[in-house]
């Protein structure tokens, strides 16, 4: 019951050493969330204007699995800091969808 409409930009993430395909997918119906607990920390929805707000991505000092106390680029959404993969993917979205709407 998804369509895809485009895929994004590839990723490597060396810490796992997967290399993920994102794609921008339309459901004609509410998807129903599965947590996979052993992939992710948890499931974040938020409004599509609060996720085009630029105030929302700020840089945060953080630890990797390759660097101690690095700036990196990340959304903030309510108490959540994403980062990494994620934030970059988000980002990708982000930008597509603002390319469409104005």
Not at 35 to 48: F, H, K, N, R, S
Not at 54 to 65: C, E, G, I
């Amino acid at each position: 019951s998804i369509e895809i409409i485009k895929e994004f930009t590839e990723i490597y993430i060396p810490p796992s050493n997967f290399l993920v395909s994102p794609f921008l997918g339309i459901c004609t119906s509410e998807p129903s969330f599965v947590l996979q607990e052993d992939e992710v920390a948890g499931i974040i929805e938020l409004p599509l204007p609060f996720f085009l707000d630029d105030k929302n991505v700020v840089t945060r000092k953080l630890s990797t699995s390759y660097a101690d106390s690095i700036d990196v680029p990340a959304f903030l959404v309510k108490e959540h800091v994403v980062w990494g993969a994620t934030a970059m993917m988000m980002s990708e979205l982000k930008e597509t969808i603002k390319k469409v709407l104005y």
